[in-house]
């Protein structure tokens, strides 16, 4: 395969590979995007849950985008684990270095075991500085909760939730129902102009770690390939899907996912 797109990867490092920037790199590789990085921060864990979170200086974060996208532009950026307010703003003055508005951001705050990866701070700064200057942003129910602040138990509230996104000025948002007690996962797309339900089956498995990076680096990789952002969406949820439904069963706690689901080796390596 060819390279298809270049993009940008903001995120943690998580050092069981399922979740975090490894699982971007992973997701981009597979769908065709050469990937580069600024590592934000770098976490100790395995799939049981995480033991330690080191930041990287806001500094060195800025200058890890700066002086790579000064080389390579890339064609859409993904912005995952963003611990504090610094990190934040040093995010946002390097953003202003970047040509395209194909942005991406999965607002991370707490890993699958409960672990918390932001600060109370910085989610208030998120809310009100960078979710303007995002193309789209990909909350998971907590998440959205703690963004808007309304209780989310049914479709219907995860709708009025984007709304309020979309008043604190967000351009446009997918909603990720896992949380919602629902037989299937509804994942809703919201807009100014329209809102899409995207439903999918829902996969009985513990094996889920990383679906959330996974997910945002699926669809700013398709995104970044000329894909609208809508169908993006729709074919970044189909790849964590499959990347589910043939999840490698590694570890003792919640196990990472199958990156690899898209990919068949090429003959002359077999
Ligand atoms: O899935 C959220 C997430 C994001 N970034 C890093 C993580 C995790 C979850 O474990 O470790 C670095």
Same mark, same amino acid.
Not at 55 to 78: F, G, H, L, R, S
Not at 127 to 145: D, R, S, W, Y
Not at 182 to 188: G, R
């Given at each position: 395969?060819?390279?298809?797109?270049?993009?940008?990867?903001?995120?943690?490092?998580?050092?069981?590979?399922?979740?975090?920037?490894?699982?971007?790199?992973?997701?981009?590789?597979?769908?065709?995007?050469?990937?580069?990085?600024?590592?934000?921060?770098?976490?100790?864990?395995?799939?049981?849950?995480?033991?330690?979170?080191?930041?990287?200086?806001?500094?060195?974060?800025?200058?890890?985008?700066?002086?790579?996208?000064?080389?390579?532009?890339?064609?859409?950026?993904?912005?995952?684990?963003?611990?504090?307010?610094?990190?934040?703003?040093?995010?946002?003055?390097?953003?202003?270095?970047?040509?395209?508005?194909?942005?991406?951001?999965?607002?991370?705050?707490?890993?699958?075991?409960?672990?918390?990866?932001?600060?109370?701070?910085?989610?208030?700064?998120?809310?009100? &500085?960078? %979710? *303007? #200057?995002?193309?789209?942003?990909?909350?998971?129910?907590?998440?959205?909760? !703690? =963004? @808007?602040?309304? $209780?989310?138990?049914?479709?219907?509230?995860?709708?009025?939730?984007?709304?309020?996104?979309?008043?604190?000025?967000?351009?446009?948002?997918?909603?990720?129902?896992?949380?919602?007690?629902?037989?299937?996962?509804?994942?809703?797309?919201?807009?100014?102009?329209?809102?899409?339900?995207?439903?999918?089956?829902?996969?009985?498995?513990?094996?889920?770690?990383?679906?959330?990076?996974?997910?945002?680096?699926?669809?700013?990789?398709?995104?970044?390939?000329? &894909?609208? %952002? *809508? #169908?993006?969406?729709?074919?970044?949820?189909?790849?964590?899907?499959?990347? !589910? =439904? @043939?999840?490698? $069963?590694?570890?003792?706690?919640?196990?990472?996912?199958?990156?690899?689901?898209?990919?068949?080796?090429?003959?002359?390596?077999?």
């Amino acid at each position: 395969m060819k390279i298809k797109s270049k993009i940008l990867i903001i995120a943690g490092s998580d050092s069981s590979g399922g979740a975090g920037i490894q699982a971007d790199i992973k997701t981009a590789t597979c769908l065709g995007s050469f990937a580069m990085t600024a590592i934000t921060a770098v976490t100790v864990q395995n799939t049981k849950g995480v033991k330690s979170v080191v930041p990287i200086v806001p500094n060195e974060i800025y200058n890890q985008i700066i002086y790579t996208v000064k080389d390579i532009q890339p064609d859409a950026v993904k912005i995952g684990m963003l611990h504090s307010s610094q990190v934040i703003n040093k995010v946002i003055l390097s953003l202003k270095k970047i040509k395209t508005k194909k942005i991406i951001l999965d607002p991370v705050m707490v890993a699958k075991g409960g672990a918390k990866l932001i600060s109370d701070e910085a989610i208030k700064l998120m809310k009100k &500085k960078l %979710l *303007k #200057k995002v193309f789209l942003i990909t909350p998971n129910i907590p998440e959205a909760e !703690i =963004l @808007t602040g309304v $209780k989310i138990n049914s479709k219907e509230d995860m709708i009025f939730a984007a709304n309020k996104l979309i008043e604190a000025g967000a351009a446009n948002i997918l909603i990720k129902g896992g949380h919602l007690n629902s037989k299937k996962v509804h994942d809703i797309y919201v807009n100014k102009r329209e809102i899409k339900i995207f439903n999918s089956k829902r996969i009985k498995t513990l094996n889920t770690h990383g679906t959330g990076c996974t997910l945002s680096t699926a669809i700013t990789s398709f995104f970044s390939c000329g &894909k609208d %952002l *809508k #169908k993006s969406c729709e074919l970044g949820i189909k790849y964590v899907n499959s990347a !589910i =439904l @043939t999840n490698p $069963k590694f570890g003792k706690g919640n196990g990472p996912i199958n990156h690899l689901n898209s990919i068949e080796l090429n003959r002359n390596y077999k």
